[in-house]
């Protein structure tokens, strides 16, 4: 297909060739379905079962966080935070655009420094 491209160009300026739409978007990541993760901080630690959320590259994600203690939630690698208030549901929202794994941390009632308390892995697509 060399020399494919300048050729449409020429044919229409100024306008994008839909033959090209269609190959940026099939090069484009599929993503899934917008998600939803509900996570319940007791005493400054989220359970067991809660310390890993695992999503792929270009995931909708959203935590609704609440906890039984004031406290402030950040997301290292994506700086985002929350302030929580006991019972309260606060969202925290991100495109994963970024891979790796990145802490989770609460700030606050924890006895003083930050504290991981889970992990957001991103997984490349």
Not at 39 to 45: D, H, M, T, Y
Not at 47 to 70: F, H, K, N, W, Y
Not at 101 to 116: L, N
Request: proline share 8%; with cysteine; net charge negative.
């Amino acid at each position: 297909m060399t020399g494919w491209f300048p050729t449409v160009v020429a044919r229409a300026p100024g306008r994008i060739p839909a033959l090209l739409i269609g190959v940026c978007l099939a090069a484009a990541p599929a993503c899934a379905e917008p998600r939803s993760v509900e996570l319940v901080i007791s005493k400054g630690e989220l359970p067991q079962e809660q310390r890993l959320i695992a999503v792929s590259q270009g995931d909708e994600l959203t935590l609704r966080l609440t906890s039984d203690r004031p406290l402030e939630v950040h997301l290292h690698g994506y700086e985002v935070e929350q302030t929580l208030s006991p019972g309260a549901v606060a969202s925290l929202h991100i495109t994963a655009r970024a891979t790796g794994r990145f802490p989770i941390e609460v700030h606050g009632d924890t006895g003083g420094d930050a504290k991981v308390i889970g992990y957001l892995e991103v997984r490349p697509r």
